[in-house]
């Protein structure tokens, strides 16, 4: 049977992080979403405002429906406001020693019943619930950029995961109005697995000289329906999130697939890590994006 939940607590207010908050608010919990300095939580909480407005404008939801949404919301830089959270969920940098340091100390601050979840989109979720004293209620709960639109949700059982977290986690997510996909703990988990060598696959054929990168994407957009072509994708999802979760699903596998291609390991030296830093395959330093000239 699921646990009841109320209170959300989601850690990391960037660019997974703020979306997961804004969705969760969306559905009646109340949250608290911290980060590591008060710079950083009101750029995240700056985020959720602007997509609440962008709705109000677009008459897709009232004024005061948008206030009550961001009045769930309370912003943090300290665990302990966690403490009487019933759900946990870490949208934290992509680095497994972080996240291990964070959840031992969030561990010791939760109240024990409360269930965590990782939104890894390639470390083992079990390499994390081991270092908790209740690795029977964690589980993955893998959300898609951007958190507030796409309908998916992978809810990852971990080899130690009891039926009632998992219990838990399904409900949960369904209760957003996503669809949630259970899957299991194995790197990359069902989109990854298939999405990352794709887009590693664009690179690669950019590389060899196939198209340009706005023909490649063109070409996909138009002959495969895809709403996005890869490397336009690539720059979504951040390089430097795709570089280390290729090197995970590397480390994994030992398929060739999974590995970096040197176009994108020099990006990442360059410090283009794609929309976010406002540059990747794309420049998106003006009004529209255009093909970077550097590359
Ligand atoms: N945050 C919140 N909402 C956003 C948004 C954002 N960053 N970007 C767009 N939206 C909303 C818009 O407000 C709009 O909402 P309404 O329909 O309510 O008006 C809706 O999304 C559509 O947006 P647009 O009309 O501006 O643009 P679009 O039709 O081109 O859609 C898109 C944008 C939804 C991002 C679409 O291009 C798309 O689906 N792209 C593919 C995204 C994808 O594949 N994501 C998965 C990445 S992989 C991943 O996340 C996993 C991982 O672990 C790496």
Known sequence: ??????????????????????????AGYSVVLREVDEGTLQKGLGKIEKQLARAVEKGKSTQEEADVVRGRITGTIHYQDLADCDLVIEAITESLPLKLEMWREVDQIVKPQAVFATNTSSLAVIDQAAVTSRPGQFVGLHYFNPAQVMKLVEVVRCVTTDDEAFATALEFARSEGKLAIPTKDKAGFIVNRLLVPYMLDAIRAYEEGVGSVGEIDEAMKAGAGHPMGPLTLADFVGLDTLGSICDVLFDEFRERRFARPPTLRKMLSAGWFGRKSGKGFYDYSGDSPVENAGL
Request: glycine residues 24%; charged residues 5%; without cysteine.
């Open 1 to 26: 049977m699921a646990q009841q939940i109320e209170n959300v607590g989601v850690l990391g207010a960037g660019l997974m992080g703020h979306g997961i908050a804004q969705v969760a608010a969306g």
